[in-house]
């Protein structure tokens, strides 16, 4: 026992070691690049997420599920933030984090008035409409420099989207397609209060106190129609808090380590997750100008990529 036991504290600190040296070489990697990989993580994550969330949903109440949502995304974080202390998390401007918060429950709101009506390629997709938005306030609140490349990028991209919404606004689900939509700008702003709060909050604080805030928020709405979930509704939820806090955090770390314009072109491939997760979850066939879009959306993101790429080396 001794042996088998001394065995896995070895294996665990030469993975603990390997670790570390992986951890030390991507630190000497350029900002842009760091930057670009954790939202290309926080894109993956956030599809997964999106896709329990809205099988949840149709189950169970929309503010239901808002708020058990974020009141397990702080559940998640308890070990971190009890392993590190209560006052490590004590943000140093909580009048900040609570107006994230509340732009954010505003935001989430739309978001889930509408999720159980589109399918979740059609949702990713109008949700691109999302980095317009933050690069223009981008440029305003912060004075980040527009590069061409990114404005052509954001440009291209964008006209990929038109050419999924478009059909999608004369049909039926036109209404939800218009409040999902209206979501974006929401959305947007409260990822321009989190790139300020990174100034001075650590990204595991700011995800802590979006957890706290959303959850506080969204309770009395919650209340108003609660349903006892079942114990698979339950591991569901648990899961969301995993996926969720993960998503924020590494979506965080990308708006800590460089421009929020430049991270801002990989949310492109968002719509390759949301499109193969809802063919495997909901049996979503995306349609041809879903599929269209997507071509011309993975184009422009390639380019930019590329573009940046050059410019970093």
């Not at 956030?46 to 995304?73: D, P, V």
């Not at 980040?144 to 440009?155: F, G, I, P, Y």
């Not at 460089?258 to 997760?277: C, E, G, H, M, N």
Request: glycine share 8%.
């Amino acid at each position: 026992m001794a042996v088998s036991s001394d065995g896995a504290r070895t294996k665990r600190h030469v993975l603990m070691r390997r670790a570390a040296v992986a951890h030390r070489r991507a630190s000497r990697w350029p900002a842009t690049l760091r930057g670009l990989l954790w939202a290309t993580g926080a894109g993956l994550t956030f599809a997964m997420l999106n896709t329990l969330l809205r099988q949840l949903s149709m189950q169970i109440g929309a503010f239901e599920t808002q708020f058990l949502r974020y009141a397990f995304g702080l559940v998640a974080m308890l070990p971190l933030i009890l392993r590190a202390g209560v006052a490590a998390y004590r943000p140093k401007n909580i009048l900040g984090q609570f107006t994230r918060g509340a732009v954010h429950t505003a935001g989430l709101l739309l978001w889930f008035a509408a999720i159980s009506h589109i399918t979740i390629a059609d949702t990713t997709a109008i949700g691109f409409t999302g980095p317009i938005f933050i690069m223009l306030g981008a440029a305003w609140m912060f004075g980040e420099r527009m590069r061409w490349e990114r404005w052509v990028a954001a440009l291209i991209g964008f006209g990929g989207v038109l050419i999924v919404l478009a059909p999608k606004l004369t049909g039926s689900g036109g209404l939800y397609a218009l409040i999902m939509l209206s979501s974006s700008p929401v959305f947007a702003l409260s990822f321009l209060i989190t790139k300020s709060l990174t100034r001075y909050e650590r990204p595991e604080v700011i995800v802590a106190w979006q957890a706290i805030s959303v959850a506080m928020l969204s309770l009395p709405l919650a209340a108003l129609h609660w349903t006892m979930p079942t114990a698979w509704q339950w591991l569901g939820f648990a899961t969301c808090g995993a996926l969720g806090s993960l998503s924020h955090y590494m979506l965080t770390r990308s708006f800590s380590v460089t421009d929020i314009s430049a991270t801002q072109s990989v949310k492109f491939l968002d719509l390759v997750w949301a499109t193969i997760l809802g063919w495997l979850v909901f049996g979503d066939m995306p349609s041809q100008s879903t599929l269209i879009g997507g071509a011309v959306i993975c184009a422009s993101t390639l380019w930019i990529a590329h573009r940046e790429a050059r410019r970093m080396a």
